[in-house]
């Protein structure tokens, strides 16, 4: 197995760093040891442990899953899991989260909706609190559906895990790092990687850069798989050996006042204990959180004439029972080279009967032209930065109310942080300035290389419903619709009618 060494800011929040190694592979039996011989041999369970461990096991799968889909492992730790004082609803609760989508908590909506990046707050906000559900379909109790949600957050979790009993939790980070602590080991996550939390795991979370932002699928009842890769053979796309998986990492001692903040039906529960989750001396087994560098991505496009479905570019998938049919499949726009001839090369203009949410994490998206921020909005924003330092009550307050409302003004395009949704057969394509500088002359463009950006849909085949907030959010780009509306008639012809 490969490994991979890279620094990652201790969990106690020290300023000190760590050493993290990885594991390698998707879908792998791994196996752990942070001291030599805490793993148990022969069997998973013995009458005693090595070093007086605790065996439990965390299924991720239905005890009878079929061996191919089957996934379980094995933790070795200190105090189990089960020592803690009752849960209770946390206060405060937390009112943005959602898990089961009804008339209730969100609603239909079909019109074509984007959002300006959300600003990173400048109040303490950690990850689970920086987290909002922006839409999803289905139910976390029946185990058949997804949510979207977004964070920003600019604090490390203090002396709290938080653990997801809904679904798997699939992060997009887009601007800081994430260094997660889970109870397999620690994984640091850059923007430009993605970290697959699963169902029932005990994770916290650290920002070593401080303000952070980025996007999460959760997916109910299913996991993340690879896609099949059919024609394309044996090779391509995410290979499994990229994936990385954390070491066993222990904390030894007891811990004066842990907090478990469980999501449970979309609300949050705490628990009390007097000892770290993050105690596990060695594991074993397949059910295991992960991570993957999105530029490790092995990318397959036309050589020839016309635009491929983007399923091309499925990273991951978490399937329903219904073959070639996504809950939720996580694809990718990265860098790579266009070369097809006369071929309109952005994506076609399209409905879908899949529902297509879009993030950006850097650069700029293909099918839609960032606008230049106007000369007088960007002197605007020069002009409040210097006032605010001479007017301190309330000025950075009024300063960004005040940009704000400037900027609701302008069409800032689909920026990194930004998103978009497109949902059941709601039409999109190319705007009206990428469609017409495309078309140009008539004339290819040669091969061309997209470079320096990367850009993300999750597409489901359940229709979203989006929640109000979301709808409600003064980063909501009212003018979207506008990109198309420039759209002319090329159509010429010589016969009468
Ligand atoms: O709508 C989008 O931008 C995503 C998308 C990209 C593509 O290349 C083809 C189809 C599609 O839905
Ligand atoms: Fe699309």
Known sequence: MEEEKIPCKNINGSDSTAEVDYLSGFGNHFSSEAIPGALPHGQNSPLMCPYGLYAEQISGTSFTAPRK?????????????????????RVPSHEKLVSEFNQTNSSANPTQLRWKPV?????????????FTICGAGSSFLRHGYAIHMYTANKSMENSAFCNADGDFLVVP???????????????????????????????IDLPDGPSRGYVAEVFGTHFQLPD??????????????????????????????TIVQKFGGELFTARQDFSPFNVVAWHGNYVPYKYDLSKFCPFNTVLIDHGDPSINTVLTAPTEKPGVALLDFVIFPPRWL???????????????????????????????????????????????????????????????????LQAKTDGGFLPGGASLHSCMTPHGPDTKTFEETVGNGKDAGPFRIRDTMAFMFESSLIPRVCPWALESPHMDHNYYQCWIGLRSHFSCEIDG
Not at 119 to 131: A, H, N, R, V, W
Not at 358 to 371: C, F, H, N, T
Request: proline share 10%.
């Open 119 to 131: 600003e990173i707050p400048d109040s303490p906000t950690d990850f689970i609190d920086g987290l």
């Open 69 to 89: 889909s089957n996934q379980r492992s094995w933790l070795y730790r200190i105090k189990p899991s089960v020592t803690h004082e009752p849960f209770k609803p």
């Open 339 to 405: 070369t097809a001839e006369n071929t309109f090369r952005p994506p076609y203009y399209h409905r879908n009967c899949m529902s297509e949410f879009m993030g950006l994490i850097y650069g700029k998206y293909e099918v839609k032209a960032p606008e230049v921020m106007p000369l007088w909005l960007d002197c605007v924003g020069k002009l409040a930065n210097i006032l605010s330092s001479f007017i301190p009550v309330h000025s950075q307050i009024l300063k960004n109310a005040w940009l704000t409302s």
């Open 229 to 258: 890769l059919g024609p394309i053979g044996a090779n391509g796309l995410a290979s499994s050996r990229d994936f990385l998986v954390p070491t066993a990492w222990f904390i030894k001692d007891p811990h004066p006042g842990y």
């Open 174 to 204: 887009q601007k800081g790092r994430l260094c997660v602590t889970t109870e397999c080991g620690k994984l640091q996550v850059s923007p430009g990687e993605v970290v697959v939390l699963p169902q029932g795991f005990r994770f916290s």
